[in-house]
């Protein structure tokens, strides 16, 4: 009487993914049944683990951040040896204003875009006060 919307997945699609290497091999375990008699190395559960494009991932504050203590490299080679230690000589006050300024500015996007909601919808409500010192959980 009930769905299972992961089985509905598995069945209905031609490719299966965990999002990362254990996690395929956590699915793998948990829905052997699925595959009766294939050896759990075969079951067709892949691990995959998306990239990530530096450029539009770090927000321009850290990159300028990153620019004056490592050097331009780190915009194009993420993975150069030894590279990630020189992070720690960026003073703890530039890399939490650097963090407060990315911060500030993704509340006033919350707040645009809240606004454009309540006006599509017709929503009088006064927009929420967001506590820039408050950890921020999106979906």
């Known amino acids: 009487d009930e769905i299972n919307m992961t089985l509905l997945a598995i069945r209905t699609s031609s490719y299966v993914n965990g999002v990362s290497k254990l ?3 956590v699915s793998k ?3 052997q049944n699925l595959w009766p008699g294939v050896p759990l190395d075969e079951i067709p559960i892949e691990g995959i683990t998306n990239g990530v494009h530096t450029m539009t991932w770090v927000h321009s504050e850290m990159r300028k951040l990153f620019d004056r203590y490592l050097g331009k490299a780190w915009r194009e080679h993420t993975n150069i040896e030894g590279l990630w230690y020189a992070i720690e000589r960026i003073p703890d006050e530039e890399l939490w204003e650097a963090h407060l300024k ?3 500015e ?3 996007l919350l707040k645009r875009k809240i606004k454009a909601r309540n006006e599509r919808l017709g929503i009088d409500d006064p927009l929420p006060e967001i506590d ?3 950890l921020i959980i999106g979906f």
């Open 23 to 25: 996690h395929a091999e």
């Open 29 to 31: 375990r948990m829905w």
């Open 102 to 104: 990315a911060k500030r």
């Open 106 to 108: 993704f509340i006033e």
């Open 132 to 134: 820039e010192n408050a």
